[in-house]
């Protein structure tokens, strides 16, 4: 009798072992396409665009010039089934129907429009299709972080230092955010702009490299921190000074500092309460700014 029990209790494990993986099988087949492209590995700065923008037509104008196979692009981000195509006997047919058409209408002089047509016919390899869904997706999300939503998830984002932060010793760990340098695709990847130094970086993480800078764009970034100005950080004002057994090194010198001056920020958005040298460091500051204004 135990022999049954135990036999029966091996099958009921079994049985809900194959329940579960059903339930995790019919979980992966309800993932969206933008849930599956923004939870690559390396697509970590990505942001899901709702579906309600990418259906509005206004919002996709001038796209399906530049992306190669649109409509099944757009169908495969928005998980659409493609379209079932008439099979070569019903397009023979209707071919005949619209010569006989044109035999009965007579030539009045004046040019006509021609109706539209499927820039490709028939049916395409996702394979094929699925570079150029994530090309469409890229450029979808550069407009969409233009919108209200799309800047109040990269603030959030930003101030949470989801991105990283500077490397520059200097800007104390001060956020960074990505952004392009272009907003035409496939001339550059992705690079992380720091608003304290108002520079530009690489990504830390040699995947987030692979990432157009296009699908982030020029205007973002910037546009973020004139709507939220309390995300701008003060400058700090020090700047490093090379020296050689604790003398500086003058400016004029093939390997002294240059240009400190483009660090320097007026005192109002200046931050002091950050290191005890900082006075030690704005002697020195203005002591570079009288020798520029004494050269001049």
């Not at 939870?39 to 942001?47: L, N």
């Not at 990269?154 to 949470?160: G, I, K, L, P, V």
């Not at 392009?180 to 830390?204: Q, T």
Request: glycine letters at 4%.
């Amino acid at each position: 009798m135990d022999s049954i029990f135990d036999e029966s209790r091996i099958e009921i494990d079994e049985l809900d072992y194959d329940d579960n993986d059903s339930q995790s099988n019919s979980e992966d087949s309800l993932q969206s396409w933008i849930n599956w492209f923004c939870s690559i590995t390396g697509h970590d700065y990505y942001v899901e665009v709702p579906e309600d923008f990418i259906e509005d037509e206004f919002n996709l104008t001038g796209l399906s010039a530049i992306v190669p196979f649109y409509n099944e692009a757009l169908e495969m981000i928005l998980d659409i089934e493609p379209e079932e195509y008439l099979d070569e006997d019903e397009e023979d047919e209707e071919n005949k129907n619209d010569n006989s058409d044109k035999e009965e209408e007579v030539d009045d002089g004046f040019w006509k429009e021609k109706p539209l047509q499927r820039r490709h016919k028939g049916w395409v390899d996702p394979n094929t299709v699925e570079p150029y869904a994530a090309m469409l997706y890229g450029l979808i999300h550069q407009r969409y972080l233009l919108t209200r939503n799309g800047l109040r998830v990269m603030a959030e984002r930003y101030s949470n230092e989801q991105f990283g932060v500077c490397p520059r010793y200097y800007c104390y760990k001060c956020p960074v955010i990505p952004c392009g340098r272009y907003d035409e695709i496939s001339r550059e990847s992705i690079r992380l702009y720091c608003p304290s130094c108002m520079d530009l970086y690489h990504p830390f993480n040699s995947l987030l490299q692979n990432i157009d800078g296009a699908h982030f764009g020029t205007t973002y970034a910037h546009l973020m921190f004139e709507t939220y100005p309390e995300l701008v950080p003060k400058a700090k004002p020090r700047i490093y000074q090379p020296r050689i057994y604790g003398f500086r090194i003058n400016e004029k010198s093939r390997s002294g500092p240059r240009m400190q001056w483009l660090r320097m920020r007026p005192d109002e958005y200046v931050d002091f309460d950050e290191e005890e040298d900082y006075e030690e460091d704005a002697e020195e500051a203005d002591k570079v700014t009288d020798e520029i204004q004494h050269n001049n």
